[in-house]
């Protein structure tokens, strides 16, 4: 799993904030994204957790290029995504496709199954000739678990689980590399959200994908995920494989999270410490300075306001061949188990 | 101790063009003061609709209760005058909705909402009204409560509103709370802070407490007890630890089943087949047949009561012992 498939490196997105209305003057910017670098490797799901705000929504959009990147690169097979536009770009969407959260409003009420499994085919008529298209389109349903015969059906007339997996159809027509999910499961009621899980992972196996799985439920992305990363405000602050990070955080943000996350098990939480942060995440507009979190994290002293902490191995757990040696952006990381391994 | 809220054989149809929509079939459940009963269910199973019977806020048409009665305090409320039930609702019974964006009013302050409770149920005057505003703000720990008592809703974050939706419930210090899915529009980090906040006042004012849920994991340490109700029946009851070990119902077995768990990372997960009934063809016997790994004959004709499985328990399922032991 050595190949880096989507090289990410530097991100930035800054949306300007903006006074008067016939002379715009910028007063300031959300820092949406600032200064985002990982990898996502061939054939692996990356999952990205963090709470609403933190800017993970925004990456997967700059990662599609919906947004333009303020800077940074995104690098697709050593090409530069955030700096292409027409048909180059229309070129590399075709590989990297994208899973919406809500299979209510990111299907078009008026179209019927099939056009809309079908549409990218209209962009890209070169991946099946008209003849072929219907076929194709009932395989696809088959692929997902639907009924080919639904073809004609339209949104309204599928449940919610079943509209997702209409999605996941649409995601897969063009036999892309790359598949971005943004909240894929969390409109979904729990016994439904078990069958897409798992209708994800058999379809990764089967057209080896890379997913990159955007949630913010702690416990569907360990599921799913063989890396993960941890945004708060912006930043990446710790990420690593699933065992780093569930079981060896270093992170106290990650800890904080983890901890909190509610466990159906009584027994099991009886044993878990439960770290309550206080307060509210704080303005993108206005982050605090040096490390973001140290309005809100109980380890925090005079070094984290003046010094941003970077992403990397931290220096004491550096050639340690220990799970806790990942990356990790806190000045004074050190190992917690919050979660109680079984 | 004292039975603060009983509900006995509720019944709850919508009438629409489609069809009558069975939404509640005859659910029983009861509160004692300072007691939490968690209500646990899908879209659809009937869990806000009961709730919505229970405070008399029922959209009625097309609502309507058909059968059944609700007493709270020894009281019949059903049969109550409507002006009745108004004294009721706020004093002694209030609700806490799940986005408390859209429950307050967005261009009135936090202040005169909270106020508002003072001056309609306690005859109080503007000003004394405000200052009660302000310790209420206080007790829920919003900070600056003083400063922030004539901001507007869309000033607070989702957490601080949801805050005032609590501080708003417990105003008239109520006997019971209905909370419908208070945490589920927020934060992990801030659902933990707001469940703690919630538990502690109940704590304190020893009232009786009906958390609405679709998360197992919520309710897990703050419940004494569970109901679980699907396709508008309760299909199982226990004390909150046992349902989590020895689940007795095949339904709760596979919800439990299938939720990921943060501590275990397994691979395929299990996922329970099929979809949930539409409340306007309700399958015969026993609802959950079309879906349930023991279904066998006589589920499909013979509707089950709630069995007694053991002290305290329930299971409306023909093969609870099979389901128990296996």
Known sequence: MAEAILE??????????????????????????????????????????????????????LLMNLERA??????????????????????????????????????????TVGDIIGEPFEIHPEVAPKGDRRRKVQDLLDVVGLNPEYINRYPHQFSGGQRQRIGIARGLALNPEIIICDEPVSALDVSVQAQVINLMGRLQKEFDLSYMFIAHDLSIVRHISDRVGVMYLGKMVEIGDDEQIYEHPTHPYTQAL???????????????????????????????SGCRFRTRCWKAQDKCATEVPLLAVPERFKGADSPAAHESACHFAEEKDVVGAA | MDTLLDVRDLHVEFRTRDGVAKAVNGVNYSVNAGETLAVLGESGSGKSVTAQ??????????????????????????????????????ARM??????????????????????????VHRGLSRRDARARAVELMDRVRIPAARQRVGDYPHQFSGGMRQRIMIAMAMALEPDLIIAD?????????????????????????????ILITHDLGVVA???????????????????????????????????????????????????????????????????????????????????PPLYEVGPKRGSACHFWKETLGG
Do not use: W
């Open chain 1, 8 to 61: 990410v490196r530097d991100l930035v997105k800054h949306f300007p904030l903006t006074q008067g209305i016939i002379v715009k003057k910028q007063i300031g910017a959300v820092k949406a994204v600032d200064g985002v670098s990982f990898d996502l490797y061939r054939g692996e799901t990356l999952g990205i957790v963090g709470e609403s705000g933190c800017g993970k929504s925004t990456v997967a959009k």
């Open chain 1, 70 to 111: 303020t800077s940074g690169q995104v690098l697709y097979k050593g090409e530069d995504i955030t700096k292409l536009s027409g048909r180059a770009l229309k070129a590399v969407r075709r590989n990297i496709q994208m899973v919406f959260q809500d299979p209510y409003t990111s299907l078009n009420p008026r179209m």
């Open chain 1, 258 to 288: 983890l901890s909190a996350v509610p466990v159906p098990d009584p027994e099991s939480r009886e044993h878990r410490e439960r770290i309550i942060l206080s307060g509210d995440v704080p303005s993108p507009a206005n982050p605090p």
């Open chain 2, 53 to 90: 019977a229970i405070m008399g806020i029922l959209d009625s048409p097309p609502g309507h209760i058909t059968r059944g009665r609700i007493f709270f305090q020894g009281a019949d409320v059903l049969s109550l005058h409507r002006e009745a039930r108004r004294v009721l609702r706020g």
């Open chain 2, 94 to 119: 209030a609700m806490i909705f799940q986005d408390a964006l859209s429950a307050l009013n967005p261009v009135l302050s936090v202040g005169d909402q909270l106020g508002e409770m003072f001056v």
């Open chain 2, 181 to 209: 899915e208070p945490t589920t529009a927020l934060d992990v980090t801030v659902q933990a802070q707001v469940m703690e906040l919630l538990a502690e006042l109940q704590r304190e004012m020893r009232m009786g407490l």
């Open chain 2, 221 to 303: 340490d703050v419940a004494d007890k569970i109901a679980v109700m699907y396709a508008g029946r309760i299909v199982e009851t226990a004390p909150v630890h046992q349902i989590y070990q020895r689940p007795a119902h095949p339904y709760t077995k596979g919800l439990l089943d299938s939720i990921p768990r943060l501590d275990q990372k397994g691979q395929e997960l299990y996922a329970i087949k099929g979809l949930p009934p539409s409340l306007l063809r309700i399958p015969p016997g026993c609802p959950f047949h079309p879906r349930c790994p023991m279904a066998q004959e006589v589920c499909r004709t013979d509707e």
